[in-house]
């Protein structure tokens, strides 16, 4: 499954199979960006990041990809499971100003079973 | 290991009281960040303190003021409360020393009546 997570608020994604979520950024000088995953009544929790210097990262079964030409950041969640359910969040800062997070708008990931 | 610590997790007001929020950084960060939640909302920065003094100001009104204090921990103060103040609160904090990642507290839920 696939979202453009500005304009779509909500995935919904067979388990085992992968996510795709995806954000625009706006401000083509932001240099380090992040993805937030939130889970009802918790705070953001840190997924992966990368730098503008990359144009991807992987970490464990996700992977941001990054690209700049047209300000677009996805986030790949592979073997969607049920405890992948929540918010995801992504995330910019601009350079020199790492103390403030800039949040985009979230997208509500929903694991079918 | 140790997360953010926020208290109170829930905190019920009415207009024109005052409310105090704390924050208790992961040990040996130095950076607190505050962050507003409304619901449905993405979070939005509000301020920020690096050695208990302020690094950075977002949308914070002038009803909040909030310190950082020796121990590192962070209150923020909310005078004249409004029924539009009811939100999620959020408190991140960052080591300076270990780039830019910051790490979430799970927020205190105020709601004023």
């Known amino acids: 499954g696939e979202s453009v997570g500005l304009h779509l608020p909500t995935l919904s994604v067979q388990e085992g199979d992968n996510s795709i979520i995806n954000c625009a950024y706006s401000n083509s000088a932001s240099d380090y960006f992040i993805w937030y995953k939130q889970e009802s009544g918790k705070g953001p929790q840190f997924i992966i990041d990368?730098?503008?210097?990359?144009d991807k990262r992987q970490g464990q079964r996700v992977t941001v990809l990054l690209n700049k030409t047209v300000k677009h950041l996805s986030l790949q969640i592979a073997a969607t499971q049920p405890g992948d359910s929540a918010v995801y969040f992504c995330?910019?800062?601009?350079?020199?100003?790492?103390?403030?997070?800039?949040f985009g708008k979230g997208t509500r990931l929903h694991i079918l079973p | 290991a140790a997360g953010v610590i926020q208290s109170p997790r829930h905190l019920i007001k009415e207009k024109r009281e005052t409310a105090t929020l704390k924050c208790y950084p992961i040990?040996?960060?130095?950076?607190v960040y505050w962050y507003q939640q409304g619901p449905g909302q993405d979070p939005q920065f509000l301020i920020s303190f690096y050695e208990k003094m302020q690094s950075d100001k977002g949308s914070i009104p002038d009803r909040f003021s909030a310190q950082q204090f020796s121990d590192y921990h962070s209150e923020l103060n909310m005078s004249s409360l409004e029924l539009g103040d009811s939100a999620l609160y959020f408190c991140?904090?960052?080591?300076?020393?270990?780039?830019?990642?910051?790490?979430f507290g799970p927020g205190t839920r105020l709601l004023v009546l």
């Open positions: 990368i730098r503008s210097n990359m």
């Open positions: 995330a910019e800062t601009l350079p020199n100003r790492d103390d403030k997070i800039i």
């Open positions: 040990p040996r960060h130095d950076t």
């Open positions: 991140a904090s960052s080591n300076s020393q270990d780039q830019e990642t910051q790490y």
